[in-house]
C-alpha cells in the first residue's frame, strides 16, 4: 500500500469529522440565538419600564388643582392672590424673564410670565442644595420655565402654570416632568409662545 492511500482519510473518519463539524456549528448557532433573545428581552423589558412609569407619571397628573383665574389686568400695584404661590391673576406689565433664581423673585412679574404659558417651580429656601442643583437641571431643559426658592409653601416644591397647581414632594417626583411638559406653552395659558426673553430679572441660567 503506497504513502497516500494511508494518508486519505476513510469514510468513517470523513463522517466523524462531518458530524464533529456539525455540533459545533449547531451550538454556535443557539448561543447566539439565546444571545439575542436576552438582549431582545432586555431592551424590551426596559421601554416598558420607562413607558409605564411615564404613563403613571401622566396618570397621577390627576392631582393638579385647576383653578378658577378670571382676572388677568396689568398694574404696578401689589396683588394679593388667593393662592401661594399664585397661578395667574393680575400682574405687572412686565413679565419675568424665564430661567433660574437664587433669590426670591416678585409675584407679580413671575405671573406675567405664566400668561405667556411659562411654568413657576418654587421651592422652600431650606431644600439642599443637591435638590436645588436637580430642580435647576430640569427648569434649564425647559424654555418656558421658571425656578426661584419661595417662602411658607406647604410642600417642598410647587409647580404652578396659569390656572394650574401641584404640590411635589421633591426634585425627584417624577410627576414634576410631566408637569413641566405638559403646561409649558399650555393652551391653558392666555398667551401662550409670547416672550420669556426680555422682560424684567437677571436668571443665573
Known sequence: MTDSAHQTPSRKER??????????AERLRRTV???GSAAAVGVIATTVVVLVAGERAKGALTEVRTLNISARKHTTATVTYPHSPPAGGDHDPRWLNC???????????AVHAQ???AVWVTYRPDL???DVAR?????????????SPYQGLTSPVTASAWGRQLALRGPDDARLPAFLQKYAQSIDAPEP??????GTGDPVA
Do not use: F, M, W
Not at 99 to 109: A, K, Q, T
Not at 135 to 147: G, N
Not at 193 to 198: D, R
Open 99 to 109: 430661567g433660574v433664581y437664587p433669590e426670591p423673585v416678585r409675584d407679580e412679574n
Open 15 to 24: 463522517l466523524s469529522g462531518l458530524r464533529a463539524r456539525q455540533h459545533k
Open 128 to 130: 439642599p442644595q443637591a
Open 135 to 147: 430642580l435647576r437641571a430640569l427648569v434649564q431643559a425647559q424654555p418656558y420655565a421658571i425656578l
Open 33 to 35: 440565538v439565546v444571545a
Open 115 to 117: 400668561e405667556h404659558g
Open 193 to 198: 409662545g409670547a416672550p420669556c426673553t426680555g
